[in-house]
Nanobody, 122 residues
Framework: QAQLVESGGGLVQPGGSLRLSCTAT????????MGWYRQAPGKQRELVAS???????NIRESVRGRFTISRDNAKNTVYLQMNSLKPEDTAVYYC????????????????WGQGTLVTVSS
């Protein structure tokens, strides 16, 4: 099995920065894409940013230029550096890993983290 362990959420003032981390644990052979989604109260979950194992990224337009996604394949870890945070960035942020291959299991898995709360408020 595979699990995602997230860290780095919290309370920050507008204009501040936070860095989210997410590490995939388990007997993982490979992961295609890793990314971050967010869900604000009363809204649907939306993709914030994703990165493939060859480094190709997809960044949501509303955060482009403020958020940066990066990945350490050797550590099965993805990071989301969030700068110039705005109140509208407040949400629960979920890590996602797609097309995960686990030793001893067939097929591809999609795995979600438990979520970490980011609150941007003065």
């Amino acid at each position: 099995q595979a699990q995602l362990v997230e860290s780095g959420g919290g309370l920050v003032q507008p204009g501040g920065s936070l860095r989210l981390s997410c590490t995939a644990t388990g007997t993982i052979r490979s992961i295609n894409a890793m990314g971050w989604y967010r869900q604000a109260p009363g809204k649907q979950r939306e993709l914030v940013a994703s990165i493939t194992n060859d480094g190709s990224t997809n960044i949501r337009e509303s955060v482009r230029g403020r958020f940066t996604i990066s990945r350490d394949n050797a550590k099965n870890t993805v990071y989301l550096q969030m700068n110039s945070l705005k109140p509208e960035d407040t949400a629960v942020y979920y890590c996602n890993a797609a097309d995960v291959v686990v030793a001893g299991e067939g097929g591809y898995l999609e795995v979600w983290g438990q979520g970490t709360l980011v609150t941007v408020s003065s």
